[in-house]
C-alpha cells in the first residue's frame, strides 16, 4: 500500500495527511478550500482538483470530512468512490451516523472496495502528534491492510467489530460521554458560584480529585478560564454528534434521558450564536439560566 487519497484537510484532517507523508506514503488530497490543500502540497502531496481524481489508482481512500452531508457529496456524489479500483479500501475517519456508515458499507461492496469506519479520539495537538486513538470496525483484512496507515496517524486502535457501524456507535457513545461531562461540570460550577465560590478553584479540585481524567481536566481547565476560543472542538458540532448519538441510540431502542437535556441546552447556546465557540462555551446556558451572567 503505497498511494493514499485523502479527502478532508480541516483541522484533524491536515495534521492526519500530514502524518502519512511523514511516514513515506505517497499523498493525493482534496479539499473543498484551497489554503490547507496548499499546505499539504507544500509538504509534498500532490493535490487533486476533485475528489474523484484524488481517488483515481489509490491504494486506499482516507476521508476525514465534516459530517454525513460532506461524506455523501465528496464520496458518493463527486465519484471517489467510483473512481476507486476493486481491491481498494476507503478509511472513514469522519463522525457520521451509524445509517450513513451502513449505507456505505452496501455501497463499496457493490464494487468490490472495503469500507472501514475509523473515527477518532483527540485534539488537533493530539493528531499533529501522532497520538490519535483510533476506533476501528470492518472486515478484519481489510483492518489488517490500513493498521500501518493507522500506526502513523494514532498511538492505539481499538477493534470493535465487523461491522462499520460498530465503530461509529462506539464514537457517538464516547461524544455523548464528554457532552455529559461538559454539561455535569457546567451545573456544578453554577452552583458554587450562586455561594460565591471561585470557579477555578472548584475546577481544580475536582478535575485533580474524583474527575482527575483528561476530560474533566481539559474542558475544566477551559471553563474556568472562558477560553472558548478558538476552538478546539465547535459547540455545534457537539449538538451534531449527539444528534447522531439519539438517531443511533433511536435504531436499537435504547433511551438516552440525558441526550435530551443536553440537546436544548445546545440549543439554546446556538441561538445566542455560540455554535463557533468551543464545546467547553456550554457552560454559559447554566450560568445564564441562574441569572450569573
Do not use: C
Not at 499523498?27 to 487533486?48: C, E, I, T
Not at 464520496?75 to 469522519?94: I, S, T, W
Not at 465503530?167 to 455529559?180: D, E, H, T, Y
Amino acid at each position: 500500500m503505497k498511494t493514499i487519497a485523502f479527502l478532508g484537510l480541516g483541522t484533524m484532517g491536515l495534521p492526519m495527511a500530514a502524518n502519512l507523508l511523514r511516514a513515506g506514503y505517497a499523498v493525493r488530497a482534496w479539499n473543498r478550500s484551497p489554503a490547507p490543500l496548499g499546505k499539504l502540497a507544500a509538504l509534498g502531496a500532490q493535490a487533486a482538483a476533485s475528489p474523484a481524481e484524488a481517488a483515481a489508482g489509490a491504494d486506499a481512500l482516507v476521508s476525514m470530512l465534516a459530517d454525513d452531508a460532506a461524506t455523501r457529496y465528496a464520496v458518493l456524489e463527486a465519484g471517489a468512490l467510483a473512481a476507486l479500483a476493486p481491491g481498494a479500501v476507503h478509511v472513514n475517519m469522519a463522525t457520521v451516523s451509524v445509517a450513513l456508515a451502513a449505507e456505505l458499507a452496501r455501497l463499496h461492496g457493490e464494487r468490490g472496495v472495503a469500507y472501514v469506519a475509523a473515527p477518532v479520539l483527540g485534539r488537533v495537538n493530539v493528531a499533529e502528534a501522532g497520538q490519535l486513538n483510533i476506533l476501528a470496525a470492518g472486515e478484519a483484512r481489510a483492518l489488517l491492510a490500513v493498521q500501518p496507515l493507522f500506526d502513523a496517524m494514532g498511538r492505539k486502535t481499538w477493534y470493535f467489530g465487523e461491522r462499520p457501524e460498530q465503530a461509529n456507535a462506539a464514537k457517538l457513545a464516547v461524544n455523548f460521554m464528554i457532552g455529559s461531562a461538559i454539561g455535569a461540570m457546567s451545573e456544578a460550577v453554577a452552583l458554587v458560584r450562586g455561594y460565591d465560590v471561585d470557579k477555578a478553584a472548584f475546577l481544580e479540585m475536582a478535575t485533580s480529585t474524583a474527575f482527575a481524567a483528561p476530560v474533566y481536566q481539559g474542558y475544566g481547565q477551559a471553563i474556568a478560564e472562558e477560553r472558548f476560543e478558538p476552538a478546539g472542538f465547535k459547540l455545534a458540532l457537539g449538538l451534531k454528534d449527539l444528534r447522531l448519538a439519539q438517531e443511533a441510540a433511536e435504531q436499537v431502542h435504547v433511551p438516552l434521558q440525558l441526550a435530551g437535556v443536553l440537546r436544548d441546552a445546545h440549543i439554546e447556546s446556538l441561538a445566542r450564536g455560540e455554535g463557533q465557540l468551543d464545546w467547553a462555551a456550554l457552560s454559559r446556558t447554566p450560568a445564564r439560566r441562574a441569572g450569573l451572567e
